[in-house]
């Protein structure tokens, strides 16, 4: 197939919607974990186009709505130093702490960025607020090791960063209603699609590595009506067994596992990163004494986030959805981030 072209082709997915629509089986709930998946369910229409028995139901895998409050608080206390540059990539700057918002961040593509920055503001600290899943995280610690190796020193990285394995694992134990997973495909670009196969198999559940194209997606939901198989790679085009080795060597030299807090949900085990005592220099948590801690965030249940990103509400479930909450004016973060579930489904106008 072309990658380009073929993965949204009217042909192909015409003939995936009608098969999908034949399915008589047992009622099945898929849980997209990630909240690119989500959107792209949303921007696709594909929610509507599902037989009756079947429905998507949303994970903890948009990396915003996850990040916790204290945290936040802490980036917003940084953020009031005259003397420090926060930078951040772009859905972070909206999002609360306890009280308020950052102050005077600058949005970055890449905190490759930072360096630069680092080098042309001598008399400044650059800290990046470092948050996001397997995805993001390689290229945070490229930043870092880049930062070590040309000994730049006013540089630093507040992290919040998570991993998707243990995340997988706190859901089974939280005994979250999903008969399927859809894996993001771009997680597993970087660590391989093995653990998601043992994953499957080992908890007798169903589930594909999956792109965001419609005919990735469609294809998903059918090999999960249809195939007998527990596990398949459908993002074969960017996703090996063991993913990207390189990438993963630099993560293992940079971080360490830890434990980390989902908003609105709770402590996780083992399921974050922090920096390593090799690199302490630059971490913005000793560097400038911040004292986070995730085992000290209290649970802000301001709204329904948390059960949403436990598959067990919808959305359309809270009373405050497009009416004191929208994402202008955001009452909880699944509004906040364009990848939270609560966004998607305000743009989309999903059912
Ligand atoms: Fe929270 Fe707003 Fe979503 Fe309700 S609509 S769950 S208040 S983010």
């Given at each position: 197939m072309n990658i380009y072209k073929d993965f949204k082709n009217p042909d192909i997915i015409e003939k995936l919607v009608r098969k999908i629509r034949t399915y008589k089986g047992k009622t099945i709930r898929i849980m997209e974990v990630c909240g690119s998946h989500t959107d792209a369910i949303g921007k696709y229409g594909i929610r509507e186009i599902l037989p009756k028995n079947v429905t998507f139901i949303s994970g903890p895998g948009c990396p915003v709505c996850v990040t916790d409050t204290l945290y936040m608080d802490k980036a917003i206390e940084l953020s009031y130093n005259p003397n420090i540059i926060i930078c951040s990539f772009g859905d972070l700057i909206k999002v609360k702490g306890s009280q308020n918002t950052l102050k005077g961040a600058k949005v970055v593509l890449s905190p490759m960025e930072c360096l630069d920055m680092a080098k042309s503001n001598p008399q400044k600290e650059i800290v990046f607020l470092s948050v996001g899943f397997e995805t993001t995280t390689p290229i945070t610690a490229l930043t870092l090791k880049k930062a070590y190796d040309e000994n730049i020193k006013n540089i630093s990285f507040f992290v919040s960063n998570k991993t998707m394995p243990n995340i997988l694992r706190f859901l089974l134990s939280q005994k979250v209603?999903?008969?399927?997973f859809l894996f993001p495909g771009h997680v597993a670009t970087i660590e391989g699609y093995e653990f998601y196969e043992r994953f499957c198999n080992e908890n007798n559940l169903k589930g594909t590595v999956c792109g965001f194209e419609p005919v990735d997606i469609l294809a998903s939901i059918s090999f999960i009506l249809f195939?007998?198989?527990?596990?398949?790679?459908?993002?074969?085009r960017f996703v090996s067994k063991k993913g990207n080795e390189v990438a993963q060597a630099l993560v293992c030299d940079i971080f360490e596992e830890c434990d980390t807090y989902l908003r609105e949900i709770g402590l996780v085990k083992g399921a974050g990163l922090k920096i390593r005592d090799k690199y302490s220099d630059y971490d913005a948590n000793t560097k400038f004494n911040l004292?986070?801690?995730?085992?000290?965030?209290?649970?802000?249940?301001?709204?329904l986030c948390g059960e949403i990103m436990l598959g067990r509400k919808s959305p359309l479930d809270c009373p405050l959805f497009g009416n004191s909450c929208t994402p202008m004016k955001a009452f909880g973060p699944c509004m906040v981030s364009a990848e939270g579930s609560c966004a998607s489904y305000y743009k989309y106008k999903s059912q």
């Amino acid at each position: 197939m072309n990658i380009y072209k073929d993965f949204k082709n009217p042909d192909i997915i015409e003939k995936l919607v009608r098969k999908i629509r034949t399915y008589k089986g047992k009622t099945i709930r898929i849980m997209e974990v990630c909240g690119s998946h989500t959107d792209a369910i949303g921007k696709y229409g594909i929610r509507e186009i599902l037989p009756k028995n079947v429905t998507f139901i949303s994970g903890p895998g948009c990396p915003v709505c996850v990040t916790d409050t204290l945290y936040m608080d802490k980036a917003i206390e940084l953020s009031y130093n005259p003397n420090i540059i926060i930078c951040s990539f772009g859905d972070l700057i909206k999002v609360k702490g306890s009280q308020n918002t950052l102050k005077g961040a600058k949005v970055v593509l890449s905190p490759m960025e930072c360096l630069d920055m680092a080098k042309s503001n001598p008399q400044k600290e650059i800290v990046f607020l470092s948050v996001g899943f397997e995805t993001t995280t390689p290229i945070t610690a490229l930043t870092l090791k880049k930062a070590y190796d040309e000994n730049i020193k006013n540089i630093s990285f507040f992290v919040s960063n998570k991993t998707m394995p243990n995340i997988l694992r706190f859901l089974l134990s939280q005994k979250v209603e999903a008969d399927a997973f859809l894996f993001p495909g771009h997680v597993a670009t970087i660590e391989g699609y093995e653990f998601y196969e043992r994953f499957c198999n080992e908890n007798n559940l169903k589930g594909t590595v999956c792109g965001f194209e419609p005919v990735d997606i469609l294809a998903s939901i059918s090999f999960i009506l249809f195939e007998k198989d527990n596990f398949k790679n459908l993002y074969g085009r960017f996703v090996s067994k063991k993913g990207n080795e390189v990438a993963q060597a630099l993560v293992c030299d940079i971080f360490e596992e830890c434990d980390t807090y989902l908003r609105e949900i709770g402590l996780v085990k083992g399921a974050g990163l922090k920096i390593r005592d090799k690199y302490s220099d630059y971490d913005a948590n000793t560097k400038f004494n911040l004292k986070y801690d995730p085992k000290f965030v209290i649970k802000d249940k301001t709204c329904l986030c948390g059960e949403i990103m436990l598959g067990r509400k919808s959305p359309l479930d809270c009373p405050l959805f497009g009416n004191s909450c929208t994402p202008m004016k955001a009452f909880g973060p699944c509004m906040v981030s364009a990848e939270g579930s609560c966004a998607s489904y305000y743009k989309y106008k999903s059912q």
